[in-house]
């Protein structure tokens, strides 16, 4: 999942602060994964090159139309792959995707808890 993460827009440098959020498209439907609490700014680049490997481009949050919630997951940072301290998965209203099985799923999760969006 590490490889849907982050990537560059235009310069190829994920955006500078302390979270960066991966955007792509696939088969019509938004997916994006935000990172926050990023563990140093290797981390943000290796997130970002990651993030274009995988077709993405970078921004600091995940788009907010149509979005209804996200599964935020605890990392262990002491894990060398680890981009930062928290991953937010956003899901999206209209993406084919059944949003209470998502919250379902959320909540089965270790480490994972659903944020909803109102």
Not at 48 to 65: D, F, K, N, Y
Request: overall charge negative.
């Amino acid at each position: 999942m590490l490889a849907l993460l982050l990537d560059g827009c235009g310069s190829g440098s994920p955006p500078a602060g302390d979270a960066v959020a991966c955007i792509l498209q696939q088969d019509g439907a938004t997916l994006c994964t935000e990172f926050v609490g990023l563990k140093s700014g290797d981390m943000r680049q290796a997130a970002g090159a990651s993030c274009r490997e995988s077709g993405g481009h970078t921004t600091a949050r995940c788009p907010t139309q149509d979005l209804a919630g996200y599964c935020e997951t605890a990392n262990d940072v002491s894990q060398p792959w680890i981009y930062s301290r928290v991953t937010r998965r956003a899901t999206y209203r209209g993406n084919r995707v059944d949003v209470d099985g998502a919250r379902r799923t959320c909540a089965a999760a270790q480490d994972s808890h659903w944020i909803p969006v109102e």
